[in-house]
Antibody, heavy 126, light 107 residues
């Protein structure tokens, strides 16, 4: 059974830092792209970042570029999100999601988030 | 960035009804479109990928269609467990963007 379990959320002051973790099990972690997706309280979903299987490619939404860093440790089946210079608008439930690629051809694939964790809440407030 | 716009934002329907939710992309995204269902306090669940492919384990009353800029999610014969919020999401380009959501409520 595929499981994704996030941890590391909490209350942090504006300008502070936090590191989120996602422990993966039930699948071959090293063969999948992985993403972080967040949801502000009462709001919709926002993709934050993703990382290729070997960590060689990383992409971010503009609002977190230069402040957040996505990484992974395939030996530990773990995904991370290092967040710094946190702002009130970063307050959200952060989900770890498996980024599945299907029907790959011509250098492109159909990606979808096929498994999600339960989320970890990050609150940025003084 | 590609903007995804869903309509309606909310919808009231009864058990047994057929409902359709629309998603429009700000530019052509071919068939790089996914649909998710989210219930209160729960993580989103993948329903449809590549515009019309049903995710494993998802009931066949859910279907998706469309290509280019216009897409639809149809739910036939609504069941009580279908009342939730639905999101479309494009995977054509980064950043991956979601629609604002459609809340499906019981009439």
């Amino acid at each position: 059974e595929v499981q994704l379990v996030e941890s590391g959320g909490g209350l942090v002051q504006p300008g502070g830092s936090l590191r989120l973790s996602c422990a993966a099990s039930g699948f071959t972690f090293s063969t999948y792209w992985m993403s972080w997706v967040r949801q502000a309280p009462g709001k919709g979903l926002e993709w934050v970042a993703n990382i290729k299987q070997d960590g060689s490619e990383k992409y971010y939404v503009d609002s977190v570029k230069g402040r957040f860093t996505i990484s992974r440790d395939n030996a530990k089946n773990s995904l991370y999100l290092q967040m710094s210079s946190l702002r009130a608008e970063d307050t959200a439930l952060y989900y770890c999601a498996r980024d599945r690629a299907l029907y790959c051809g011509g250098g492109t694939c159909y990606f979808s988030f096929d498994y999600w964790g339960q989320g970890t809440l990050v609150t940025v407030s003084s | 960035d590609i903007q995804m716009t869903q309509s309606p934002s909310s919808l009231s329907a009864s058990v047994g009804d057929r409902v359709t939710i629309t998603c429009r992309a700000s530019q052509s995204i071919s068939r790089y479109l996914n649909w998710y269902q989210q219930k209160p306090g729960k993580a989103p669940k993948l329903l449809i990928y590549a515009a019309s492919s049903l995710q494993s384990g998802v009931p066949s009353r859910f279907s998706g269609s469309g290509s280019g800029t216009d897409f639809t999610l149809t739910i036939n014969s609504l069941q009580p467990e279908d009342f939730a919020t639905y999101y479309c999401q494009q995977s054509y380009s980064t950043p991956r963007t979601f629609g604002q959501g459609t809340k499906l409520e019981i009439k």
